[in-house]
């Protein structure tokens, strides 16, 4: 089970930190990556984390502007958002799954969503 937290209402430039926590003994098993979907649009891909950490992957759009991170004694991955932008107004959902990648049928397992708005 995961569970998205610390979105919320921003300016255009500022910051905000995204959590998503798991809760059982397996989260260091599982890639954790990031997606979100804003309205009338299809869901896509942000960043992807693999289950160490070691590697990490991010779509051109929030390219050195985003960082993902993980604290697997925590359980919990972050996604930390600077610079942010209109265009990043979305549901951000974060899924775990034993493979990443840019494809949302790899994780198997997702959160609730946390919606993140940027006011321009």
């Known amino acids: 089970q995961l569970q998205a937290s610390g979105g919320g209402l921003v300016q255009a430039g500022g910051s905000l930190r995204l959590s998503c926590a798991a809760f059982?003994?397996?989260?260091?098993?599982?890639?954790i990556a990031w997606f979100r979907q804003a309205p009338g649009k299809e869901r896509e891909f942000v960043t992807t984390i693999t289950q160490s950490g070691t590697t990490t992957a991010y779509a051109d759009s929030v390219k050195g502007r985003f960082t993902i991170s993980r604290d697997n004694p925590k359980n919990t991955v972050y996604l930390q958002m600077n610079s942010l932008k209109p265009e990043d107004t979305a549901v951000y959902y974060c899924?775990?799954?034993?493979?990443?990648?840019?494809?949302?049928?790899?994780?198997?397992?997702w959160g609730q969503g946390t919606l993140v708005t940027v006011s321009s």
């Open positions: 899924g775990a799954g034993l493979s990443s990648g840019p494809r949302y049928y790899l994780y198997d397992y």
């Open positions: 059982g003994r397996t989260f260091s098993r599982y890639a």
